[in-house]
């Protein structure tokens, strides 16, 4: 969001507050992107359906995150080990940005 409506924003709030925001590795405008499915329709199959009951279905909730992300490994191949938590941290002290 403030990568397109930034400017506009701190119009909205003033001058006297910084706005931050992170563009993580694989993310918009980086590169390489992200890609964990390899269609939107499988993206789109992946996250409809009904929605989770925390209490009863936590297993499942858990093993389906799990998949997901070892679906995003496979179709990533070795630079998936560089989209993650860590390295956006990384990123974000070395190259701030101001818009």
Same mark, same amino acid.
């Given at each position: 969001?403030?990568?397109?409506?930034?400017?506009?924003?701190?119009?909205?709030?003033?001058?006297?507050?910084?706005?931050?925001?992170?563009?993580?590795?694989?993310?918009?405008?980086?590169?390489? &992107?992200?890609?964990?499915?390899?269609?939107?329709?499988?993206?789109?199959? &992946?996250?409809?359906?009904?929605?989770? $009951?925390?209490?009863? &279905?936590?297993?499942?909730?858990?093993?389906?995150?799990? $998949?997901?992300?070892?679906?995003?490994?496979?179709?990533?191949?070795?630079?998936?080990?560089?989209? $993650?938590?860590?390295?956006?941290?990384?990123?974000?002290?070395?190259?701030?940005?101001?818009?």
């Amino acid at each position: 969001m403030l990568y397109s409506a930034g400017n506009k924003l701190n119009i909205v709030i003033g001058e006297d507050f910084n706005l931050l925001g992170f563009d993580p590795r694989g993310v918009n405008s980086s590169t390489p &992107q992200a890609i964990c499915f390899l269609d939107p329709k499988q993206r789109k199959e &992946q996250f409809t359906g009904t929605a989770w $009951n925390l209490d009863y &279905q936590a297993g499942e909730m858990f093993t389906s995150a799990e $998949n997901r992300a070892r679906a995003c490994s496979e179709t990533m191949g070795d630079l998936g080990a560089y989209i $993650n938590t860590p390295q956006t941290a990384a990123d974000s002290a070395l190259s701030p940005q101001r818009i």
